[in-house]
């Protein structure tokens, strides 16, 4: 079966940093990817990693950003610095294989001022 788990979205205060996770599992992943949400809008592509480590990043907030690898297996990091209120949304976790898009349920990042 495969499942896309996502980890560390919360409430922050303006200018804090924060780490998101996602870790896949069940097939063999072409790339993970996180995008985010705001209300009433489209999901947009913060940034996606291919398995050959390629990087692709969204329009928004690429210098406060950081995709890495994690330790585990399939495993994506997503680092967000110098959060604004702006920020405030929910982070999708994305995982593309054979064709298939794989979405995780969302994770609440919160900016408080």
């Known amino acids: 079966q495969v499942q896309l788990a996502e980890s560390g979205g919360g409430l922050v205060e303006v200018g804090e940093s924060l780490r998101l996770s996602c870790t896949a599992s069940?097939?063999?992943?072409?790339?993970l990817g996180w995008y985010r949400q705001f209300p009433g809008k489209r999901r947009q592509l913060l940034a996606r990693m291919e398995n050959d480590g390629s990087i692709e990043y969204g329009r928004s907030g690429q210098d406060r950003l950081t995709i890495s690898r994690g330790s585990a297996e399939n495993t994506i990091l997503l680092e967000l610095s110098d959060l604004r209120p702006e920020d405030t949304a929910v982070y999708f976790c994305?995982?593309?294989?054979?064709?298939?898009?794989?979405w995780g349920q969302g994770t609440q990042v919160t900016v408080s001022s």
């Open positions: 069940g097939a063999r992943f072409s790339a």
């Open positions: 994305n995982a593309e294989y054979y064709g298939t898009l794989l």
